[in-house]
């Protein structure tokens, strides 16, 4: 099969070239988008994510305020932070990394932020608007990065099969809805770790997609010739041979099943890089709606 790799890195410079120009036509007109992005404690990968998120918003013209508090950080102190960054007219998207340290109630927390600031489209307003195709709501960042890789290389999703393999809120949850949605017109099943026969029902997608954060869980087994296949899975391996001691690898096994498939998105430079560039694009929508341009 001629297997189109799908390029998440030049479709992300797509996206951001674009935001570019509207950013500047904000900037003329006396707005300037802001982002605050709030890490509570040490994980390695989050400071990763988190510097990369502020480093896009310094490319991009978006002003922006890193937080990072100290893993014993409470719960008041963090709900204090985002009900400052609810009221300051500088920051129009908020976003607290995930996962936090233990004792911070992630739910309770993403409740106290404003819904029209809810870049991560995480509040339940959010998740309603998506539900009810309201499309003044914000979706979150990685389901929203693969529809627009679909978009961008013309994959029809109108009567297909489309089967995702994880039921998370960040992902499984909001692709589930946006691919069934009177926009996509997918056929969705949403299968988790408790679907018997995962490689039969995986084997009847027409559009696959794996976000279950299982290293090379999909073999060739699970893939119908010709099915486009979205990896979601961000895993690190240990790799002896890579200077970091790691390699990320995703929940595809990509050599078996990537000559079989119509098209796939590799990982790294996927999906990944969508993620990001969906943030940005949620930022100057939020800007764009506080001051009445949508
Ligand atoms: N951790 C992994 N992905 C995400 C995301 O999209 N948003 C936030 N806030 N945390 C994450």
């Not at 870049?119 to 539900?131: I, M, S, T």
């Not at 050599?255 to 990944?272: F, N, Q």
Request: glycine share 8%; hydrophobic share 40%; charged share 20%.
């Amino acid at each position: 099969m001629n297997t189109i790799i799908i390029d998440g890195k030049h479709t992300s410079e797509r996206v951001r070239r674009n935001l570019r120009s509207v950013i500047e036509q904000l900037k003329q007109a006396g707005h300037t988008p802001g982002l605050a992005v709030v890490l509570v404690g040490e994980d390695p990968a989050s400071q990763v994510y988190v510097n990369s998120k502020v480093k896009a918003c310094e490319e991009l013209g978006i002003y922006s305020q890193k937080w990072v508090m100290p893993t014993e950080t409470s719960q008041e102190e963090l709900v204090q932070l985002i009900d400052r960054l609810n009221h300051d007219d500088r920051i129009h998207g908020i976003l607290v990394q995930s996962p936090p340290p233990p004792h911070i109630d992630e739910a309770a927390v993403v409740l106290c932020i404003d819904p029209r600031k809810d870049v991560d489209g995480f509040h339940p307003v959010n998740v309603a608007k998506l539900v009810m195709e309201d499309s003044s709501g914000f979706v979150p960042c990685t389901p929203l990065g693969c529809m627009e890789l679909l978009k961008e290389y013309g994959i029809e999703t109108k009567g297909k099969h489309a089967v995702i393999i994880g039921r998370s809120m960040i992902v499984g949850k909001p692709m589930a809805h946006l691919l069934m949605s009177k926009q996509a017109n997918a056929t969705v099943t949403v299968a988790h770790s408790r679907t018997t026969n995962l490689a039969d029902l995986c084997r009847t997608a027409d559009i696959l997609v794996a976000a279950v954060g299982r290293p090379g869980l999909v073999t060739a087994q699970y893939v119908k010739p010709g099915a486009v296949v979205l990896d979601v899975g961000i895993n690190r391996v240990e790799d002896p041979t890579r200077p970091r001691g790691y390699r990320i690898v995703g929940d595809v096994n990509y050599d078996e099943v990537a000559p079989l498939c119509s098209a796939i998105t590799p990982v790294p430079g996927g999906v990944g890089p969508m993620t990001i560039a969906m943030l940005m694009a949620n930022t100057v929508k939020a800007c764009r709606a506080s001051c009445g341009v949508d």
